[in-house]
């Protein structure tokens, strides 16, 4: 049997050494370009960010905190810069079909020029197209048809005066424009009275001659109407050429601007167009504000129409566009098509047309939060189709579940090219692996964060480079090599592991954040190591109320702990229990109670149902063991129960085998064990003591509880072999080990465990198949084989019972 030994004080926490540093604060150190000890992961990052090809795209898993974001935003800001620069992407009307809107890409920077010169032109239109009306040639051509119209007017008319003074009938033009005939005597028209005392042959005679010319003045009336249409047909192709004359000179300005895009050159032709159809809108604006230092029509629907919506503006980037979305829901991610009442109406147009995330991404990279993602409705959804059909489709949700009646656009999809960077956590990554079957397809690239890091000379340095690196960044005080020191000692403890260095970048920041507080209020310059350590303390202590309360109900013997004497079937097993990111420590008394039976070991836990799964499987292992060592070549005729007292809340894990297999062999053996030595540990079915985690936190935990209770300095702690690696314990607990007042003990097997409970030695089987007289393992198989025994007895007495 391996002696056993108590774990040597050097070996309890891997000191950083400041002595190794040739440095006196990290104000000497430079700074990193990239984040340490995530090679891995970053070169997932490039090969996922530079691959051509459906569905690569990429899923950075990792904890939350451990620099996702910054390793993938530094990389990429870096990257871009060889990659073309994003385009400008926007939205004309359509003058054919105005609920379908075109959509126009420029290179980055035209897209607000064409905004400028469209402007400028509409401008320029309502400046010079009143002085173009105003001209003089204008006016000269327009009084000709004029003139022209008068003449015509005057000569019908007068021929038809000639006709009726042939006649003896005079044309009179009456106060209300319109036209009359009346006989004449003396040159002036008669009175009724005059006319009545003609003769009656005469009467009638004119009557008919008035007859016939105002027949005649009718078809006069109806041709001077068609003369003046004809005429205003002149006038209007004459402010039609002149209009277009002024139109087209700017718009073919337009024009050759933007000589590559076929688009545009179809929209401006169409513009040119509506505008040749709306001159008279312009005039009136212009009439309206001929005292205005600027045109206040111009924002009006017409104009707005000619103008383009530019949804992504690229002007003062430089290379392809790098989006993160913060929030990002249906809208943010694809944009919407807003709204505005009007005379009790809500109306909208292509103006309203608001851009998403994806459309300021594309041609790039879009940086998401899968949970958030996957939290907002139908958003993921629609990622997965615009990943799938390549182009970006403006359907409101209103739309989509006819939630509003109002009549909206269907703007002309723009094409899509964006690898999605999602950050999330590994659970959820493999959550959708498995459960969405398009996501294998979309996310092909999968970069792994590493949590921590090997620990050595060499990554000492890199830490201490990675602090110099936050400090700068966030404008902290500098630490001195003592404070550096420090700061890498708590990463080990951090990772539960004194060869390894936390890799939690946030973790790492806020530590700095608060050294840096606590250094500015003590006045100093630079942060010490004292400052690290009341930053750890503070921290611990703003969070520490529940471990408070339940180390004080220990103390006060509400919840039953022992740390002195012995007892049978009763022992101190260490659990660790997670409170808001604070872990700490939480003995707990651990019985067991034996009697013949039919070989069934009761988990009182899991009858209850507050064991969990792993748990229970650290039971059936025990059980396993028990049955192979001391029963195998008989019945084990026994039952037991195990419990952990005053325990009102659920328990899970396997660190308690070791503690249940030896309590129970005590209340088999009715050998006591030693309260004053808390245990821990996993085990297989061989004996074997296996590594549980949350070592430091379960040692410190029963310390502070034999201080609280009652300090004798013969209480220790029992833990597995394999957990010595992982040490860094504090201070006060090192102390005590190095003045023999507390005890740290390491196991590889069950026997080890049971002697320094006991006192007693184990035993082993000789070569009959007997454990030594007095030995521990003597006693268990004595009391296994008397009910063995009794078992045999019943079965001979009553043989049809059973099998």
Known sequence: MVKITQIPVERLYQNCDSEQFDFSSTEELEVLPTIIGQSRALEAVDFGANIIGEGYNLFVMGATGAGKYTLVKRFLDEQVKQRPQGLDWGYLHNFVDPQKPWFVSLPAGQGSQLWQDIQKVVIQLLEELPRAFDDEYYRGRIRAIDEASRKHRVRMFGNLQQEADKKGILLLRMQDGNYAFAAKRNGQPMTTEEFEQLPLDEQEKTEDIIASLHEELQHTILELREWEHDNQKKISALNAEVALEVISRHVSKLKHAYPNSTCLQKYFDAMQKDMRGNVDAFLKVSESNEDEASPIGIDSSLFRRYQINLIVDNTDKQGAPVVYESLPNHQSLFGCVEHMAMMGALVTDFSLIKGGAFH????????????????????????????????????????????????????????????????????????????????????????????????????????????????????????????????????????????????????????????????????????????????????????????????????????????????????????????????????????????????????????????????????????????????????????????????????????????????????????????????????????????????????????????????????????????????????????????????????????????????????????????????????????????????????????????
């Open 360 to 803: 300021r991404a594309n041609g790039g990279y879009l940086i998401l939060d899968a949970e958030k993602l996957l939290m907002q409705p139908f958003a993921w959804e629609g990622m997965k189709q615009a990943l799938q059909g390549k182009e970006l489709k403006l359907n409101t949700l209103e739309r989509m579940y006819s939630i509003v009646s109002t009549v909206s656009l269907e703007p002309e999809p723009i094409p899509l090219d964006v690898k999605v960077i999602l950050l999330g956590n590994r659970r959820l990554y493999y959550l959708l692996y498995e459960l969405d079957p398009e996501f294998a397809e979309l996310f092909k690239v999968v970069a792994d964060f590493e949590d921590e890091m090997t620990r050595d000379a060499d990554s000492h340095l890199l830490y201490a480079r990675l602090m110099a690196t936050t400090v700068q960044q966030e404008s902290l005080l500098h630490l001195e090599r003592d404070a550096v020191s420090r700061v890498i000692e708590h990463s080990a403890r951090t990772a539960d592991d004194a060869s390894k260095l936390s890799l939690h970048q946030g973790d790492l920041t806020d530590l700095l954040r608060e050294s840096n507080y606590w250094a500015h209020k003590d006045g100093a310059k630079m942060v010490a190591r004292h400052h690290v350590d009341l930053a750890i303390q503070s921290r611990i202590q703003r969070v520490d109320r529940q471990r408070t309360l339940l180390y004080s109900q220990i103390e006060r013997a509400i919840t039953c702990i022992e740390v002195t004497g012995k007892q049978i079937g009763q022992i101190n097993a260490l659990s660790v229990l997670y409170a808001g990111g604070f872990s700490f420590a939480q003995p707990s008394r651990l019985t067991a109670n034996c009697r013949y039976g039919e070989g069934d070991i009761i988990d009182i836990e899991r009858e209850v149902d507050l064991g969990g799964d792993i748990h229970s499987k650290g039971v059936m292992i025990m059980s396993g063991y028990l049955g192979t060592t001391y029963a195998k070549d008989k019945p084990l005729s026994m039952s037991a129960s195990l419990v952990f007292e005053q325990s009102y809340g659920e328990i899970d894990g396997d660190s308690a085998t070791l503690a249940e297999l030896c309590v129970l062999l005590s209340a088999i053996a009715g050998v006591p064990l030693k309260q004053s030595i808390a245990i821990t540990g996993s085990m297989n079915q061989h004996g074997k003591v296996q590594a549980i985690g949350g070592v430091n936190e379960k040692i410190e935990g029963f310390f502070d509880i034999c201080k609280k209770v009652n300090y004798t300095g013969e209480q220790g702690v029992i833990i597995p072999h394999a957990n010595v690696q992982h040490l860094m314990l504090r201070q006060d607990v090192i102390d005590a080990v190095a003045n023999q007042t507390f005890q740290i003990h390491a196991v590889e097997t069950v026997e080890q465990a049971l002697a320094l409970l006991t006192d007693l030695t184990v035993g082993e089987l000789d070569a009959g198949g007997n454990y030594p007289d007095g030995s521990f393992n003597a006693a268990v198989a004595r009391q296994i084989q008397l009910w063995a025994d009794v078992h045999k007895h019943e079965k001979e007495a009553h043989p049809d019972d059973g099998s």
